[in-house]
C-alpha cells in the first residue's frame, strides 16, 4: 500500500484523491478517535508556546477526517479567536465563531457558523486545513473544489498549515501551481515543516 502512495507520480490527482480518500474512510471510528486525539495533543503542545497566535482558523470535518473538537474547546478556554469556513456562492469566507451548537448544514454537508459575519484574511493568524493529502514540498492535495486554493493565494505560506494522518504524506507528490503550500503539517506521528 504504501509503494502505490510513494510512486504517485504515476497517478493523476483525481486517482491520488480517490485512493486516498477511501483509505481513511476505511479507518475505524475508534481508530479516528485515537490518531485525533494524538495529533490535537501534538498541535496544542506546539502552538502553547507561540504568543504571536491568537486566532485560528479551524474546519469542520466530515468523511472522517482528522477530529478539531478538542482544539476548539482548548482554544476557547484560552481566549483565543476561532474562524470557520462558510462557502458563500463560489467563494470561501471565515466566520468568528466559538458556539457549535450556532451550526448548520452548508455546502457540500459541511457544518458551517450561522453568522454572516465575515472576517478579514488579515484578521486570522493560522489557518488549519484539511486535505486529501501534502506533497514532499509541502503543496497540499484538496478535495478539487480549489475553495482553499483562492482564496489563500496571496496568504503568507508561514501561516498555512494542515491535519493529516500520517498515511496521507505523499512523497514524490509535487502539486501544480496553483495548489497552496503548508509551511508545516501535523499528523499523529510528527509535525513535518517545509521550507
Do not use: W
Request: with cysteine; glycine share 6%.
Amino acid at each position: 500500500m504504501k509503494e502505490s502512495i510513494k510512486s504517485c507520480q504515476t497517478f493523476s490527482k483525481d486517482s491520488l484523491r480517490s485512493f486516498l480518500v477511501k483509505k481513511r474512510l476505511n479507518m475505524s471510528d475508534s481508530e479516528i478517535a485515537i490518531k485525533s486525539n494524538s495529533l490535537q495533543e501534538l498541535f496544542l503542545e506546539k502552538i502553547s508556546s507561540d504568543n504571536s497566535i491568537h486566532s485560528i482558523a479551524l474546519y469542520s470535518s466530515i468523511n472522517k477526517e482528522v477530529r478539531t473538537g478538542c482544539i476548539h474547546n482548548n482554544l476557547i478556554l484560552n481566549n483565543k479567536k476561532i474562524f470557520y469556513p462558510k462557502i458563500v456562492g463560489n467563494n470561501l469566507k471565515f466566520v468568528e465563531s466559538n458556539n457549535l451548537n450556532a451550526f448548520s448544514v452548508g455546502k457540500f454537508n459541511i457544518m458551517e457558523p450561522e453568522s454572516d459575519k465575515y472576517a478579514l484574511l488579515g484578521d486570522i493568524d493560522l489557518f488549519v486545513l484539511p486535505s486529501v493529502g501534502i506533497g514532499s514540498l509541502g503543496k497540499r492535495l484538496g478535495y478539487g473544489g480549489g475553495f482553499y486554493d483562492r482564496v489563500l493565494s496571496s496568504t503568507k505560506k508561514e501561516k498555512i498549515c494542515s491535519f493529516i494522518y500520517d498515511f496521507q504524506v505523499i512523497e514524490n507528490f509535487f502539486g501544480e501551481n496553483h495548489d497552496i503550500e503548508a509551511s508545516k503539517v501535523f499528523t499523529e506521528k510528527r509535525v513535518i515543516y517545509f521550507n
